[in-house]
């Protein structure tokens, strides 16, 4: 079935399966779930980047996309609300790491509890953030 509307979808990628395969691979697999969850045929691909993914539909790459392409940018929207969300409930779970207000960014404070508290279930062991 072909898209005949405004849709989007999300795809999300584990932290384990980042470390296993790295991030922009990572982001590339996310993009790949984001395209099935549509539920629909794409004509055409626009992508935030310069890099391809594996995807039989034709496709656009372009450098600094979310700056220049309003889809992109509604895209790039979407993906951080949606990874603010998850995080918010992360911090439910973990609240001692305060991922509420920096999101998983490595800001001085999420560093300081790293050192504090050591990693927990949800932290990427690739990416140092001490």
Not at 24 to 45: N, R
Not at 68 to 75: G, T, Y
Request: proline share 2%; with cysteine.
């Amino acid at each position: 079935m072909a898209c005949s509307e405004i849709k989007w979808g999300v795809g999300i990628v584990s932290e384990k399966v980042i470390d296993k395969i790295n991030i922009l691979e990572a982001t590339k697999l996310a993009m790949q779930k984001a395209i099935k969850d549509l539920g629909c045929k794409v004509d055409h691909l626009l992508l935030d980047g310069n890099f391809k993914i594996y995807c039989a539909t034709t496709q656009k790459s372009i450098i600094k996309g979310d700056q220049k392409v309003f889809s992109i940018a509604a895209a790039s929207i979407i993906a951080k609300v949606t990874r603010d969300r998850i995080m918010d409930k992360y911090n439910d779970k973990y609240p001692e790491y305060g991922f509420k207000k920096h999101k998983g960014y490595p800001t001085k404070f999420h560093r300081q509890k790293i050192k504090e508290l050591g990693f927990c279930k949800i932290h990427r062991r690739s990416f140092s953030a001490v």
